[in-house]
């Protein structure tokens, strides 16, 4: 196993986890897990992965050094898809000590036995001394758990931000420019919105906070994913943007069906929005009947939309399963808690009194959704009034984003 050049002294020795097909309950094609090794005239090793990867990644910095030699271990992060390997490397890199927050610290005491291990606890603005190389440390809590910091290497600019600025993917490419603009943008946005939305005024927050010690950021390398070096810049503009609520005049209806009528009423809303110009994703959600859209590819559209709509027919008074374990999910996202808050509505079908509109209008409302429509209900199938009236509850929608 062979360890990646990101600059002179500095590798990536991480673990790429193939088969990873779901995570946090969202999709995803595998993942890696980064690991850096950091040379001066001493020798730090930032990060891990989980346990069982340990051969993977000591295999790679046997073809840097002697994994014995080196001096420090530095932890961004407690959660264990980085810090299952501790113990062996421990294990194998007696007395060296570790390098961490103070809440990181107590986070390792209640995942493993730390006894007899060399924790050094760290603040922002702490440094460490390598012989030719610096590290800065910054803590960063809540991004994403409280424990949480980054490493930033002085001498080569490069920035070891742990999760943020990640990308679940596996992939043979380790850079930005390897893997393609695109395709690495695209998987920030989806490792975006299913994580970070939440956190995004403490995004902000550190992004000022960074950007006020003047420091130059060349490289960032996150914890998952491909390292940013032809577009850092980029990744960076993206987070701000992302967390300001910057979107698109883009709608994303999503809905579920039991015979159909909220499909019909689902298409006629989108031919509205078309119709005024718009862009719109229509997301059947996924249940067993249909191939449909997982719920973490439908907030990747979501995040950058003005407008969210959502369709459900009323089963025993309620939204259907699929819609409330969705609406479940976007609650505890919270997109409004982005910069721009985003509008919506709700729209069903129902053969007795309805309810499951409503329900999902206030679901809405504690996602910090700005309802903006009184609910729009059938009984049983639409009929063409029905249908023309939800389409032009689309390009009511439509015009009401572009007045924003």
């Known amino acids: 196993m062979m360890a990646t050049k990101l600059a002179p002294g500095v590798h990536w020795v991480g ?3 193939w088969n990873l097909r779901e995570y946090h309950g969202y999709t995803l094609p595998g993942t ?3 690991a850096y090794l950091v040379q001066g005239e001493k020798t730090a090793l930032i990060d891990g992965a989980y346990h069982g990867f340990e051969g993977e990644i000591l295999g790679r910095i046997g073809s840097v050094c002697d994994p014995a030699t080196i001096d420090y271990i530095i932890v961004n992060h407690i959660e264990m898809d980085h810090s299952g390997t501790l113990p ?3 294990e194998k890199m007696p007395d060296t000590p570790i390098y961490c927050t103070g809440r990181a610290a107590a986070g390792l005491a209640r995942h493993y036995d730390i006894s007899g291990w060399k924790i050094h606890v760290v603040k922002s603005g702490d440094t460490l001394d390598l012989g030719g190389k610096t590290l800065t440390f910054l803590e960063a809590p809540m ?3 409280p424990d949480s910091m980054f490493t930033y290497l002085v001498e080569d600019a490069i920035l070891f931000p742990n999760d943020a600025f990640g990308q679940h993917v596996a992939s043979a490419a380790r850079f930005d420019d390897e893997l393609g603009k695109d395709a690495a943008m695209a998987h920030a946005q989806k490792f975006f919105a299913n994580l970070i939305i939440p956190l995004a005024p403490k995004v902000l927050k550190k992004l000022d ?5 003047g420091i130059d950021i060349r490289m960032i390398a996150p914890s998952h994913g491909i390292v940013w070096r032809s577009y850092a810049g980029d990744i960076l503009k ?3 943007d992302w967390s300001r609520g910057v979107a698109k005049e883009k709608v994303t209806i999503v809905y579920d069906t039991m015979h159909g009528s909220t499909t019909m009423m689902a298409r006629a809303i989108a031919e509205g929005i078309m119709a005024e110009g718009a862009d719109v994703r229509v997301c059947l959600l996924r249940d067993g009947r249909y191939e449909g859209t997982h719920r973490s590819d439908i907030v990747t559209d979501i995040l950058d939309s003005k407008a969210v709509i959502i369709g459900s027919p009323t089963l025993q008074d309620e939204v259907l399963p699929t819609v409330a374990g969705f609406l479940s999910y976007l609650r505890g996202l919270a997109p409004g808690r982005l910069g721009a808050k985003k509008i919506g509505c709700a729209f069903g079908s129902h053969g007795g009194m309805g309810g499951a509109v409503a329900q999902a209008e206030v679901a809405l409302k504690t996602a910090g959704i700005e309802v903006i429509d009184g609910g729009f209900h059938v009984n049983y199938r639409p009929d063409s009034d029905e249908l023309a009236r939800a389409y032009e509850l689309g390009r ?3 015009r009401e984003i572009r007045a924003r």
């Open 396 to 398: 009511r929608v439509a």
């Open 15 to 17: 673990a790429i986890d």
């Open 209 to 213: 906070e960074v950007g006020g010690l």
């Open 88 to 90: 062996t490397f421990v």
């Open 143 to 145: 991004l994403h758990w």
């Open 32 to 34: 890696t897990y980064n």
């Open 238 to 240: 993206a987070y701000t």
